[in-house]
């Protein structure tokens, strides 16, 4: 069919615009509305406007790091406006707690909650075709937990700041003078609010699915936030209690992990790194939904192999509780127990890379846009493969010898972190913000700002990966003056990367004030999501949603009159109640 | 529990306009739930979840547990003799006890049988009271010994019932007492105005309240009235604990001796310390002292003038400072038998020729370098601390675990006396009760892995 | 034109090269494993990438067009996708152990040497009470290092012989390698005139900037690599192989006491130097981690818990052993013990190098006063502690 027409025996099914009542950004008044909402979809925006802060403060503090390193013996801490700001500190000191406050900024405050908490309780409802999650009571507490968590960051950056690096390794974190306790009590907080938020998208999923969402009928991005939730609600306690420990121990000196006190250091480390590497995986699965669903969406073409990327998921999630070990490969640990962390560090990699084979076996034969939202995707794959492959480096135990707390171990989580979650996370809200908002964004804009994002990064962090492979050690406020030039180009690309990002920021809020309407499908996706007006009403869906194929494109047509796509079904007099091609669509992906 | 969100009622909506979605729906049916059956099995997955996060919370403890306890079992089997057996099987009856009530409670209230379920859990409720009210008296009397966590583990053997000091179990039962106050005058209150429901309420509460004195009586008894012998023997059973251990991890050493000699290197730090406990046996048991080490010396004093309170060697024998090892190795050596030892002095002198202090060490199987095998100065002071820091933070834990079941219980108790549930909706009784089952559970744990394994 | 390029090529590909130069056994076999996996992963990569932008390319298509294809799955190849790359895995596993399992087997009677870290420096030990910052070895021969912290955890990295091992308190872990190429030695008039220099401005030595020891040998850097602080990256130092054992053993000699004839305070200095103090104390008066040494001596100090004491020969000697019995007011206690690290004759040393950055005058006025204290301590010597110990349970009786 060509595009803009409707064939014959077909109607269009659009949902239209939502009235002002039922838009559920309109439908109530007043800040007290927004803050006593337990509608998934406001608590969404929130955490949305939350975690956008936290990664402003945390990005600045990064640009803050890169340009320290300008210079061998430090340039931006030197500065005397330092002195004056902070009298009392050396600009060592004040460069080792803005890359501590960086890192625990943007693990804690941005990256875990980033995709799960904000575009997660936006859509899992949706996509689900539920009317709320679960527990909506326990959804908006943790997201005050989260807000909780981020005032007790603040209160440790204006006592005394906070010096331990994020991970909080013992006997520097008994020792130091920093806010210790503060930070890690707001960490500590911050865990609780990402196990509710787990807790509460494992029960929606279970149990309010509507009839005809089978498991393998659900939209990959719900399959990963499944798989991400088991990881927050299984190791997110030991983050707890470690966390606890650490506190007792600097109050009271329980001698579990200070060697003063016949404690040991490396217990602290297993510990912490049983919750803290599945964390990572908290991080990146959420990333690797959203991709599978901008991939499809934007290539039209049914995702290729479903079943390998919805248990690829689980199988990363289970995992990547065996392998904490290879961030302890220089400790001491015995060899044999060194030995079989490596090799289980491996067997992760191959549910990563059957994902990113699967992505370019979609795009193979499909019908490309090149929205923002696909470019992001593009570049996602492109930044992710180079995390992972770099991870087979690290992994590696002869070569781990000599890279690990290296420049190369900070390029590759970045290129994961950042390459990967972040550049996820921009496609996913550039994706979904016509739906979230209702309005469209500049395309033009949204393409540039994918663009330098993509330049910015890998400028930033390709000599990185050179110097840490020639022994520039990470955490250094100055080097040695032959890594000169690797540390300026970095610099130079974390600067144009920041553009590229305010650019994004920029094309977003130019929408709120100039964007066009959005119609409730503008990329032609078929999960529930776009089934309803975009923004979504109070209920999500006015009547219980027709539970179709998430991925079948093939009743979805441009509409380009209007510049939207519509969804055709057969007219209603041939079958009025029960749509013919559900039943057919249903048996032919659910074999 | 906030899991219990699932119960809430559904009139908090902010949008009128879409009530028409809640026309069949009961008022216990919250309005994005389709069937009361939909609202149950959420609640119930929730709360199994929640409760998967509390055992995973816990494990963290009893892996901490199970580490150290490996390092340095003889620490934790002298530290346990501190626990009172008694009283931790009381507590463990009573928490059992409230489980079965707990368990009857969530029956009742599928039955609608809202004045035994009210009843039942309240008795649940004084049971709590009591644990805590005996875990009370055990912790205030710790305190006052100076069994505190490692850096502030204050014990000593030789002076072990301090003078003074502040009376901590005051200080734990002043808010108790206060809530107790607070609830009679609130009995009071209510029933000269005749508020029905308020004196329903607060009629239970009172001996909820009153219970907690009930535990720190019983506590006492147990404790104050077997004190003399109950330490007395405690203390000497510790003494031939020691002993006892001396001598076996003597023997072990032996075997390790003649196995090869690498073996014997690699496990010194162990042998080590069973030399050192050697000879704290030999004193205890009237041995020529050695004059060089004041501190036996002084432990051998206390003993002779007072044989009253038997003094606890373990505790004792952490302290000493290092060159005490030297002498005692200097001298177990000097029989011929112990190549082992000898092997270990030659490497020491060796090492102190090279430099004083010079941290070179000979030890040859890298991967045995834990640090159980470390020198023995990095392990110095107050060992037993480690017990401590381990049994309070396991015990504080799960009583504060225990608390937030009380607060949680007070408000099922309000909610059954408000006649809330039937037999459509009894969720929130039910995902209590699971949880208290929990708490009970971790406790039922607790007990022999702290008090009776030794 | 051509030679030109190529040396400009050559500065670049020296600056952006990939590795640190190869100067121990280890180094060699890590930099072919890393090849290896590099290659491998170009492998992958460049059909990734050429297959992720060829599609988004051929296959762009306007708004409304359907896709040529709706294949969703293929068993075969995605299994063939799934496992085929496993292999590849397990050989890089393979190798991987292998060079980590010979880094950890060290070998029967190789040479000691005892290290320990602290807060900002490093002391390598040894044996016979010498201890100094830089770590010197033999070429071709086995070195072990057997290290352990007094404060936090550090890390010794040398980037060069490709080895890094955790430095973790209460604990002890150890590392070896085999150096395979010896540090070359500079010109000696370049080491008089740079010795000259530095003799004259009376700087410390700065060895980024010189590129070779005082001793004039060049080096390889040795950095700690675990996040332990302020200084944490200044906290390097610097590797020397030697060519000859008995080359290695005249260097030791050559630090193993003060030499004959040499004053105390010009030793001092060297032992401030040597032996981690400048990383926390300066001598021009800017304050550091610790307080400054300039014009302190003689003075009364304001101590933390609100008493004060005269800076006297006791007081230099007490905080050097026992650094927490009297902590200065402002700071915090974090200086390690120096009991049992230097001797008497070195903690002298200290005591008049110090003394010599004091007031004269003032200095003059406490010798007055502490006379009792400057005779018993230039009378201690040689062995044991226990005049050390005075001072300290004078301070317990107090």
């Not at chain 3, 390029?5 to 056994?25: I, K, Q, R, V």
């Not at chain 3, 460049?46 to 296959?59: R, S």
């Not at chain 3, 005269?310 to 230099?316: A, C, G, I, Q, T």
Request: aromatic share 14%; charged share 15%; proline share 5%.
């Amino acid at each position: 069919m060509s595009a803009g027409s409707v064939p014959s025996g077909y109607e269009v099914s659009d949902p239209g615009f939502p009235t002002k009542e039922e838009n559920y950004l309109t439908n109530s008044k007043g800040i007290l509305s927004w803050m006593f909402t337990l509608d998934h979809k406001r608590i969404g925006m929130m955490y949305l406007v939350g975690v956008s802060v936290a990664f402003l403060v945390a990005g600045l503090l990064a640009l803050g790091i890169r340009l320290h390193l300008l210079a061998p013996d430090g340039w931006l801490f030197n500065q005397s406006i330092f002195q004056w700001l902070a009298p009392e500190k050396a600009p060592n000191d004040i460069y080792n707690q803005v890359f501590t406050l960086h890192g625990a900024i943007m693990v804690f405050l941005f990256i875990i909650p980033s995709v799960p908490a904000a575009l997660g309780n936006f859509l899992v409802p949706v996509m689900l075709g539920a009317k709320d999650v679960a527990f909506p009571r326990l959804n908006l507490s943790s997201f005050y937990l989260w807000v909780a968590g981020a005032v007790f960051f603040v209160m440790a950056l204006l006592a005394s700041g906070l010096d331990t690096g994020w991970t909080f390794y013992t006997p520097y974190s008994t020792t130091t003078d920093s806010s210790v306790i503060l930070a890690t009590t707001g960490a500590f907080i911050l865990g609780f609010s990402s196990i509710f938020t787990g807790l509460n998208f494992i029960v929606t999923i279970n149990t309010m699915r509507p009839p005809g969402m089978t498991w393998f009928r659900m939209p990959l991005f719900l399959w990963a936030t499944y798989a991400t939730s088991i990881i927050q609600v299984l190791a997110t306690p030991v983050l707890g209690i470690t966390l606890l420990l650490l506190i007792a121990e600097r109050t009271m000196h329980i001698g579990i992990f200070d060697p003063e006190y016949n404690g040991d250091p490396v217990t602290f480390q297993h510990f912490f790194w049983f919750y803290s590497h599945p964390a990572v995986y908290i991080m990146i699965l959420p990333a690797f939904g959203i991709i599978s669903e901008l991939i499809s969406v934007h290539s039209h073409k049914r995702i290729f192999g479903y079943r390998f990327i919805a248990y690829s998921s689980i199988a990363i999630a289970l995992l990547g509780f065996l392998v904490w070990g290879h961030h302890m490969f220089t400790a001491g640990m015995s060899q044999m127990t060194t030995i079989i962390f490596s090799a289980l560090t491996f067997t992760v990699s191959v549910p990563s890379a059957i994902k990113v084979f699967n992505w370019l076996a979609t795009m193979w034969k499909g019908s490309i846009s090149l929205t923002t939202p696909m470019m992001y995707a593009i570049s996602f794959i492109f930044l992710f493969t180079i995390g992972g492959l770099t991870g087979l480096h690290l992994g590696t135990l002869a070569t781990d010898q000599h890279l690990h707390d290296t420049y190369f171990v900070v390029a590759h989580f970045h290129y994961v972190m950042v390459g990967g979650t972040l550049v996820a996370f921009l496609g996913g809200v550039f994706h979904w913000w016509p739906k979230m908002v209702g309005v469209m964004y500049s395309e033009l804009g949204g393409r540039i700002s994918a663009v330098l994002v993509f330049l910015g990064f890998n400028l930033t962090f390709l000599p990185q990966f050179v110097l840490g492979s020639r022994g520039m050690p990470r955490r250094y406020a100055t080097y040695d003056p032959e890594f000169q030039s690797l540390h300026a180009m970095s610099t130079y690309g974390a600067l144009l990367l920041g553009v590229g990002l305010f650019f994004a920021l920029g094309v977003l809020i130019h929408s709120l004030l100039r964007g066009k309407r959005a119609p409730a499908n503008p990329w032609g996706g078929a999960t529930l999501e776009w089934n309803c007006t975009s923004p979504p009403p109070f209920y999500n869906f006015d009547r219980a949603p027709v539970v179709g194929d998430p991925y079948e494109f093939g009743d979805i047509v441009w509409d380009s009159v209007q510049e939207r796509y519509v969804k055709i079904e057969p007219k209603r007099e041939v079958v009025p109640e029960t749509p013919a091609e559900q039943p057919a669509h249903a048996g032919g992906k659910d074999e | 529990m906030a899991t219990t969100d699932a119960g809430h009622t559904s009139d908090v909506h902010v949008h009128e306009g879409h009530d028409s979605h809640d026309h069949d729906h009961p008022s216990y049916l919250a309005h994005h739930f389709d069937t009361p059956e939909q609202q149950f099995d959420s609640g119930k997955l929730g709360m199994w979840l929640f409760l998967v996060t509390e055992i995973l919370f816990f494990s963290g403890m009893f892996c901490a547990y199970a580490i150290f306890r490996a390092w340095r079992p003889e620490v934790f089997e002298g530290c346990s003799q501190f626990l009172n057996t008694k009283l931790g099987a009381i507590n463990t009856g009573v928490l059992l006890f409230s489980s079965f009530t707990m368990a009857w409670a969530v029956r009742c209230a599928q039955l609608e049988e809202h004045k035994k379920l009210a009843s039942l859990l309240a008795t649940t409720l004084c049971c709590a009271m009591v644990f805590l009210g005996v875990k009370a008296i055990e912790y205030s009397h710790k305190w006052h010994l100076g069994l505190l966590p490692a850096g502030l583990f204050t014990y000593d053997p030789a002076n072990p019932h301090p003078e003074g000091g502040p009376n901590y179990l005051a200080y734990i039962c002043a808010p108790f007492a206060v809530a107790t106050i607070g609830v009679v005058i609130w009995l009071v209150v209510a029933f000269i105005r005749d508020a029905k429901f308020q004196v329903a309420v607060a009629k239970p509460l009172v001996f909820v309240c009153l219970s907690f004195f009930g535990g720190v009586g019983l506590g006492m008894i147990l404790e104050s009235g077997e004190t003399p012998e109950h330490h007395g023997s405690d203390h000497v059973a510790a003494v031939h604990g020691d002993a006892e251990h001396g001598e076996h991890s003597g023997a072990e050493h032996g075997d390790a001796e003649h196995g090869d000699a690498e073996h014997g290197d690699a496990e010194h730090g162990d042998a080590e310390h069973s030399d050192t406990e050697d000879s704290e046996a030999e004193h205890g048991e009237g041995q020529q002292g050695d004059a060089t080490d004041p501190e036996a010396a002084d432990v051998a004093e206390v003993e002779s003038t007072d044989p009253q309170p038997v003094v606890l060697q373990d505790p004792g024998s952490m302290m000493r400072d290092e060159s005490d090892d030297l002498v005692v190795l200097e001298r177990l050596a000097s029989d011929a038998t112990n190549t082992g030892l000898q092997d270990e002095l030659s490497a020491r002198r060796a090492q102190s020729q090279l430099s004083e202090g010079a941290i070179t060490y000979d030890r040859t199987d890298d991967s045995s370098a834990t640090i159980a095998s470390t020198d023995d100065n990095v392990l110095r002071p107050s060992r037993a601390g480690v017990f401590f820091s381990i049994y309070y933070c396991m015990t504080g834990v799960h009583a504060i675990h225990i608390l937030a079941g009380v607060g949680v219980l007070i408000w099922l108790l309000v909610r059954a006396i408000r006649q809330d549930f039937n037999r459509n909706y009894f969720g929130p009784v039910d995902y209590v009760g699971l949880y208290w089952h929990l708490v009970d559970l971790i406790w039922i744990y607790l007990f022999p892995l702290m008090y009776l394994i030794r | 034109m051509a030679p030109a390029t190529m040396s400009l090529l050559g500065d670049y590909t020296n600056d952006f090269a990939f590795f640190p130069e190869s100067a121990s056994t280890f180094s060699a076999d890590i930099d072919w494993v890393f090849y290896f996996i590099s290659i491998v992963c170009l492998l992958f990569f460049i059909p990734i990438i050429v297959a992720l932008f060829g599609f988004a390319w051929k296959y762009k298509k306007d708004k409304g067009l359907p896709a040529e294809s709706q294949k969703d799955h293929n068993t075969t190849i995605e299994l063939v996708w799934s496992i085929g790359p496993s292999f590849l895995l397990v050989v890089m596993f393979f190798f991987g152990a292998r060079g980590y399992l010979s880094q950890r087997s060290i070998p029967e009677g190789a040479y000691e040497i005892g290290v320990k870290s602290m807060k900002w420096s490093w002391a390598m030990d040894y044996g016979n009470g010498v201890i100094h910052p830089e770590l010197h070895v033999v070429v071709g021969e086995p070195t072990k290092l057997t290290m352990t912290s007094d404060d936090v955890i550090h890390s010794l990295y040398i980037p060069a012989f490709r080895v890094k091992k955790d430095v973790v308190p209460g604990r002890y872990n150890y590392m070896w390698f085999k150096a395979t190429r010896p540090s070359e030695k500079v010109a000696k008039e370049e080491l008089d005139r740079v010795t000259q220099r530095y003799k004259e401005t009376g700087d410390a030595w700065d060895y980024d900037r010189e590129q070779f020891t005082p001793d004039g040998y060049r080096f390889y850097d040795l950095y700690c690599t675990e996040y332990c602080g302020t200084s944490h990256s200044e906290m390097q130092t610097v590797v020397v192989v030697h060519e000859t054992r008995e080359e290695l053993e005249a260097w030791i000699k050559k630090y193993s006491a003060r030499p004959e004839g040499e004053e105390p305070a010009v030793y001092g200095q060297k032992l401030y130097e040597r032996r981690g103090c400048k990383s926390c104390h300066s001598l021009d008066g800017s304050r550091m981690v610790g307080p400054s040494y300039q014009g302190s001596f003689g003075t009364m100090r304001q101590l933390a818990d609100g008493e004060s004491v005269r800076f006297d020969e006791n007081y230099v000697r007490e905080s050097i052993l026992y650094p927490k019995a009297k902590v200065a007011a402002g700071y915090q206690p974090v200086m390690p013990s120096y009991k049992g690290q230097l001797s008497d004759d070195d903690v002298y040393s200290l005591v008049e190098f110090i003394k010599s950055l004091g007031d004269p005058s003032v200095v003059a006025a406490a010798e007055g006063d502490s006379e009792e204290g400057a005779d018993e301590t230039s009378a201690a010597d040689g062995e044991g502690s226990a005049p050390a110990e005075e001072p300290a349970t004078q301070d317990d009786a107090a």
